[in-house]
Structures are given as structure tokens and as C-alpha cells.
């Protein structure tokens, strides 16, 4: 999946592992889609790699928002 093309994960999308926010998308290449927090992603993703195209903006944690911006 080319980054550009990916929609920005929001406060919405979940965790399925335990439903925290999600910060790193894992798009299958047989089909079907995974969302995981930064935990679950970094414990999940490299069995990943090679069968999904992985979007990763778990570095959003790092980040103050901007000044002025509402935090979901």
C-alpha cells in the first residue's frame, strides 16, 4: 500500500487486540485488514512482514500537537 494512498488512522479505529487506539495498520495481501496499538504492533508486525503491507504512525506518540489542535 503506498502511504500516500493510506487513510490517516484516527481515534476511531481500535486495537484488536484490546481495543486501545490504533497506531499501525496491517493490510493482508490475501485479503482482509488488521489494526493494532504501538504495543501489539511491534509484538505482531514482524510475523507480518512479507503477508501484509504494514502503515505504521505509532511515531504520532512522540509528536505534541500542534498548537491550537484539539487532541481526540
Given amino acids: 500500500m503506498n502511504a500516500a494512498l493510506a ?3 484516527t481515534a476511531a479505529d481500535r ?14 495481501h490475501a ?11 511491534r509484538q505482531h508486525i ?3 512482514v512479507g503477508l501484509a503491507e504494514i ?3 505509532s511515531d504520532r506518540l ?9 487532541v481526540d
Avoid: W
Avoid at 482482509?32 to 496499538?37: D, V
Avoid at 512522540?62 to 484539539?70: A, D, F, N, R, W
Fill in 7 to 9: 487513510t490517516a488512522l
Fill in 15 to 28: 486495537c484488536d487486540r484490546c481495543s486501545a487506539q490504533a497506531y499501525v495498520r496491517a493490510t493482508l
Fill in 31 to 41: 485479503g482482509g485488514e488488521l489494526l493494532f496499538c504501538a504495543h501489539h504492533g
Fill in 46 to 48: 514482524p510475523a507480518l
Fill in 55 to 57: 502503515h505504521d504512525e
Fill in 62 to 70: 512522540m509528536e505534541p500537537p500542534p498548537l491550537g489542535q484539539v
